[in-house]
């Protein structure tokens, strides 16, 4: 029998869907599953994209350009110049969710061999479309207990060698929650800019952001504008996961030549997707706002929840819709399966992502979950309830003395 590939032998299982078939079985002997796992927002698209797609009146749904709809870039020009961004319609290249564009970034930008630095834990595809690119992950360690902060300089430094070509952030980060501050910001600026390394900056969460600090784009930073690559998405502003659109935005005009030529291999963006996401655009402010109030309620009733449950900590996440926390288990995979396989508490059971996952360290982030607050207020509570359940009866259980 012809062998598989070493790429695809590589490739990991996603820590987020690879429990997926648990959740299914356990449904299927009428458990009822709380999806902590995922995060698929429940609050509704904005009006005005359903209506727009419900009023589609082509009589040819055809290819759209490989770059995607100038209209679209255009109006996505005046959003982002909102958060201070400027950029113009040729810097931004559309693409097929978030993660087309980070594969077409890493595919564009790295040569096998080269290396990206990473913060872990961090979005487990950054690994996946790394294999792909044929580049490898180096990462450095944030801890819990510090809330994921980022280490001094000097730690970047010991990993940086002739192969290293990047550095990736998310911010605000999945799956901590965590949101880099001016002084993290200016010191990866420092540091792209001394080794002449790109910048890839994920910041799909940049609405979701709890505190009074100022929001921190990549495209902020001084002096390595030609450096940096942002990627952005449309999935988690309008909860619209399903269209498929996201975006590269960058100065850097052989980065976008170069891009070009995959997005010109894949042909299109998706056509109906990009008209649903341009009329987004339109959502009033009182979308955003109540959105906004609704994920910082969630917010509160998940971390005071979480931190209430003995053995159970959560540092206090300041962006996104995501904590990682750390539980009283032996290994946070066998007890997130065990929830799904063997527990239920009145005939409901929890799905949590096993942190482990997010990790590429060796043993790193074993008793802890990454947690997604996308549910109601009512069903985070009775979640908690669950959980707390399932850590009091799991034969695993390790208390601190």
Same mark, same amino acid.
């Given at each position: 029998m012809p062998k598989i590939s070493d790429r *695809?032998?590589?490739?990991?299982?996603?820590?987020?869907?690879?429990?997926?078939? #648990?959740? $299914?079985?356990a449904k299927k002997r009428g458990i009822k599953v709380y999806h902590l796992n995922i995060g698929q927002p429940d609050l509704p698209t904005p009006q005005c994209g359903l209506d727009a797609l419900k009023h589609i009146d082509r009589k040819v749904l055809e290819y759209s350009p490989s770059q995607g709809f100038l209209s679209y870039r255009e109006k996505l020009c005046k959003f982002y110049a909102k958060y201070n961004i400027n950029v113009e319609p040729d810097d931004i290249i559309i693409t097929s969710g +978030?993660?087309?564009? $980070?594969?077409?970034?890493?595919?564009s930008c790295l040569n096998p061999g080269d290396e990206i630095i990473i913060p872990e834990p961090a979005y487990a595809n950054y690994m996946s479309f790394a294999i792909s690119a044929g580049a490898k992950i180096r990462t450095i360690s944030t801890s819990i207990e510090e809330g994921f902060a980022l280490p001094?300089?000097?730690?970047?430094?010991? #990993?940086?060698? &002739?192969?290293?070509?990047? !550095?990736m952030i998310c911010n605000p980060n999945n799956p901590t929650g965590y949101l880099y501050t001016r002084r993290e910001m200016n010191q990866i600026r420092d540091m792209v800019k001394k080794h002449d390394l790109y910048l890839f900056s994920d910041e799909v969460y940049r609405e979701y952001i709890y505190t009074g600090s100022p929001y921190i784009s990549a495209m902020h930073l001084e *002096?390595?504008?030609?450096?940096?690559?942002?990627? &952005?998405? !449309?999935?988690?502003? =309008?909860?619209?996961?399903?269209?498929?659109?996201?975006?590269?935005?960058?100065?850097?005009?052989? $980065?976008?030549?170069? $891009?070009?030529?995959?997005?010109?291999?894949?042909?299109?963006?998706?056509?109906?997707?990009? %008209?649903v996401a341009e009329a987004s655009l339109d959502a009033p402010e009182e979308y955003y706002r109540d959105v906004y109030d609704e994920y910082c309620q969630r917010r509160k009733c998940l971390i005071d929840g979480l931190n209430r449950i003995k053995g159970v900590y959560s540092p206090i996440p300041m962006g996104a819709f995501y904590t990682v926390a750390k539980l009283p288990v032996d290994d946070s995979e066998k007890f997130c399966r065990w929830c799904l396989e063997e527990f239920n =508490?009145?005939?409901?059971? !929890?799905?949590?992502?096993?942190?482990? +996952?997010? =990790?590429?360290?060796?043993?790193?982030?074993?008793?802890?979950?990454? %947690?997604? =607050?996308?549910?109601?207020?009512? &069903?985070?509570?009775?979640?908690? %309830?669950v959980l707390s359940k399932a850590l009091e009866a799991y034969p695993g259980r390790v208390d601190e003395d």
């Open positions: *695809g032998l590589e490739m990991p299982e996603s820590p987020i869907r690879k429990l997926a078939p #648990l959740a $299914v079985a +978030g993660s087309e564009a $980070v594969l077409f970034a890493f595919m001094k300089v000097e730690k970047f430094e010991e #990993l940086i060698n &002739d192969r290293t070509r990047a !550095v *002096g390595i504008e030609q450096n940096t690559i942002l990627f &952005d998405s !449309v999935s988690k502003r =309008y909860s619209e996961c399903g269209i498929r659109i996201g975006c590269l935005i960058t100065k850097n005009a052989e $980065v976008r030549k170069t $891009v070009m030529k995959f997005c010109q291999a894949r042909l299109s963006p998706p056509l109906l997707g990009q %008209i =508490y009145e005939g409901e059971t !929890v799905m949590m992502a096993p942190a482990a +996952g997010f =990790y590429t360290t060796p043993g790193a982030g074993r008793n802890q979950v990454r %947690i997604a =607050y996308v549910l109601k207020e009512e &069903d985070l509570k009775r979640a908690l %309830i």
